[in-house]
């Protein structure tokens, strides 16, 4: 160790602890490509510094593009009794099932969407409570879907279009969020003509090939605001860790912005710290990292950079 190392790490010694009042009180994570891997496994660091976390008293929160029925079974796995944001942001939902708040898209906004799908051609699924109907060819698209997923795909809702969908009190044609996949410049186009119709849905890409459709407003970070408030805690007081680019506004939320290391470019960017990728316990290592008062080894840990 040179000798300005030496004098920093002495300087670093005199620094009080940060005090209570300061720590984080809430983590909340993204799901694929943040907690789990490729395979959709959590590692078994993970799992346990998130026990620990929630031991002592933290707050663990999933936020996930992914439906209630594909997100509950990580939340049980990690016996996590916190509610979780689910569909992207269009639901927050308790893991016993019970909604807490949500925003559907209309049915005029799924028939404007399924429009512009055709257009340019690409297949997906429209999300209900417990369904999973496929639209425009969407069919095809079923061996790519979560087992869970598609579990909701009954024989008699393939080849449903939206007029197969209703919300008792908003009539037919509405649905949580509709996800719409094809090739990158075909999903430039729908991307880029949904968002001349700001009132009526919003699209978030959720990868290359991926399109997703909100109502107007919905976001990760909008329910997740509502949760914190319902808390009582700030969003200064949380950590938040993605890695798409549907997590940014999660990100810019929350007092301590976190990355993996296998994150779009864009939330690498905004991150004030990179974890390592899903593989190497990321949450292990944010958790060692802001979370004092949980009580996980703390050596230092190779791989970690500020971003």
């Known amino acids: ?56 008293g933290v707050g663990v929160v999933l936020a996930t593009g992914r439906a209630f029925a594909t997100a509950l079974p990580v939340a049980r796995r990690l016996a996590l009794p916190t509610p979780m944001v689910v569909y992207n942001g269009a639901r927050l939902m308790d893991p016993d099932g019970r909604v807490l708040w949500e925003r559907w898209l209309s049915g005029p906004a799924v028939e404007l969407a399924v429009g512009l799908a055709r ?58 969020k509709l996800l719409f996949l094809g090739e990158r410049q075909a999903c430039d186009q729908f991307q880029a003509a949904l968002q001349q119709h700001p009132r009526l849905a919003r699209p978030v890409r959720s990868g290359e090939h991926c399109v997703e459709v909100l109502a107007p407003g919905v976001s990760k970070a909008a ?21 798409g680019l549907n997590d940014l506004e999660m990100l810019r939320l929350v007092g301590r912005p976190v990355a993996v290391a296998s994150a779009e470019e864009p939330v690498r960017a905004l991150a004030c710290w990179v974890a390592p990728a899903p593989e190497q316990g990321p949450m292990a290592a944010v958790l060692q990292r802001f979370f004092p008062q949980v009580p996980l080894p703390r050596p230092p840990v190779n791989g970690l950079r500020p971003a």
């Open 223 to 243: 329910a997740l605001a509502r949760l914190l408030a319902s808390w009582g805690v700030h969003p200064s007081q949380v950590v938040a860790v993605g890695d």
């Open 1 to 56: 160790m040179g000798k300005g190392a030496k004098a920093t790490a002495a300087a670093l010694q005199g620094i009080p602890p940060v005090p209570e009042s300061l720590w984080p009180r809430v983590l909340v994570t993204d799901l694929d490509g943040t907690l789990l891997d490729m395979a959709g496994r959590v590692s078994p660091a993970d799992e346990q510094a998130l026990q620990a976390a929630r031991r002592a």
């Open 119 to 176: 257009r340019f051609g690409l297949s997906g699924f429209a999300y209900l409570p417990r369904r999973l109907v496929p639209l425009l060819g969407g069919e095809r698209l079923l061996p790519y879907l979560l087992p869970e997923d598609q579990a909701m795909v009954g024989e008699a809702m393939v080849g449903a279009g939206p007029a197969r969908l209703e919300r008792p009190g908003e009539g037919p044609g509405a649905a949580i």
